[in-house]
């Protein structure tokens, strides 16, 4: 492009630039907490804005006659900074439209994404300063390659001019240091060059990362990992491994061949709380760690279905989040990215389209055909809208007739394995998951140990040990409702009582649990409105949404964040009912079991519920 039309561009980056310096100015005036790092912000894009008004002014008045393609250094560094800018007013903008910035939102940005901000703002401040001449801004409308090779070739005729210069009589010290001169801004613009070229590939560098956020994002919204930390962590180690001992998990992990169909297939089937989702995460573990120390060339992809989450769960969003995982895979083990999914994003962002299912399992179907060898893991099957899940097994027998080595494993409730065998058209290998007594016993033992309160001796613990896992009927989720219901009493008489008298079966666990919550009517009635508004919520509520909603009072004028329940109290209250996921905030109910109990007892629980949410939701708007 020529001259003036840069000068017509960066004009309207200049704006931009403007506009997000009277924002951040704005906020400073209005609060005097406001933390330093606005103050740096502030400082780099005012500097950078005058630097801008100069270069404008620069290319339309002076006599620049190159023109600078798209790659020169010069335009290379405006874009990257205007892309950098932009981002920056894009967040400024939405905090703004979303209620301004007030005492309730706070800095939206990271100490270190300011400083990294501000670093790069000013190598581009730098980079446009130095072209503020005819000879350098012409230099910078070549590629940085170019650059550097014309100083080098300028460099060594200097050098061979001086030495030529020295033998000829007449040959001065001042003309010896007007060469020596002339040399040192030869090595000094070279440096500059150098340092322009470093700073250019680094942002390209981050330039690359945030597009790959961004086409990752694309893919889908989900995010199975973080789910799987949080079961991660909540796993006792030393349990399970009596599946991964099984002859017929053995037989399926180690079964190379795929000739036959039914081998590809491990499905674990068992009773709601049985321990289903812990076993998931301990088999997506297990092959993890035995599998890439073998070979670098093995794919893992998982799912944690979730009833609370059939929204976001569906099947465009599932494909794409084992694409997304494939595609993560690949960049982290250095393999270059699949030219199907770079193109099919490219070609979705010049019409901002989200992923479409045919695109989807497209791209799957290439993905796994290219890398081979891939298992994938999906816990509580049966927890998917009944037609997104027949839809996703179509899609896996479809895969399964690929030609390369596949492994699929999958826990549910024992219902829908007719359905798996029909849409798979195999009969498959089984599995039945029950809580072994072992294992119970090694959960105990944890949570015993773990008991902070002085309320325990060894022949409580014994007895503990003995009668719980009979009791426990091969379900983990009694277990722990059982052990919690005795540990929240506070002596060892009344942990001896409450061990006498637990309540058999989940149904009687339950109501035992919520019996137990109303000895204490205060925590009783928030317990409640935190089971109320999990359970009636329209999908999975974050910590401090929950506490926002349950800091609300009939009547209030204005949101008092003194008036939040804690998470600790939460927990406390809903006596082991609720859990909140560490890894992404979210709080749910212990298990899907629970759900179904209050849908049982529709008529006994929350009868109003809904009328007291919209009283608490429209008095929030009037905030």
Known sequence: MDPFTLATGITGFLAIALDVGKILSDYISQYKSAPTDAQTLLEEITALSDILKQLVKFLEEEDVKQDFHETSVLCRVIDL??????????????????????????????????????????????????SLTIANCELLSKTSKEVIAKLSD?????????????NIPGYTAEIRATLLSLLFKIDNMATNVQEIKDTVQSLHQSMDAENMEKLLTWLSPLEPHKRHQAVQASRVKDTGNWLLQSEQFRLWIEDKTNQHQS?????????????????????????????????PLIRIIFLYCDYRDKKEQTLVHILGSFVKQLTSQCIRAGIQLCGLVQSAYEIAQKDRKPLDL???????????????????????LDELEERTRIDLLRVIRDIMHLKTTLHIFFTARPHVQEEVNSHLSIEIRTLTIVAHEEDIRTYLVHKIQSDNKDAMNDQLSREILEILPKKAAGMFLIAALHIDMILNELTITKRRAALSNLPPGLDAAYNGTIERMRESPRQFELGMKVLMWIYLAERALKLIELQHALSVEDGAEALDPDNFPSESILLHCCCGLVTVDNETSTVRLVHYTLQEYFNLYKGKYFTDGHSLIARTCLTYLSF
Request: proline share 2%.
């Open 358 to 380: 045919g695109t989807g399992i497209n791209l799957l179907k290439n993905l796994i055909q290219e890398l081979g060898n891939t298992f994938i893991l999906i816990d509580a």
């Open 81 to 130: 900074c205007k892309g950098k800018i932009t981002s920056l007013r894009s967040t400024l903008v939405k905090l703004k439209k979303s209620g301004g910035f007030t005492d309730r939102l706070r800095w939206p940005f990271r100490k270190q994404e300011c400083m990294d901000l501000a670093s790069t703002l000013h190598h581009c401040a730098q980079t446009l300063q130095f």
């Open 263 to 295: 081998s590809q297939v491990l499905g674990c089937f068992g009773e709601p709380g049985a321990g289903k989702t812990v076993i998931a995460s301990l088999v997506i573990d297990y092959i993890s760690t035995t599998f890439s120390s073998r070979s």
């Open 154 to 166: 300028q460099r060594q005729w200097m050098d061979n001019l001086t030495l030529s210069l020295s």
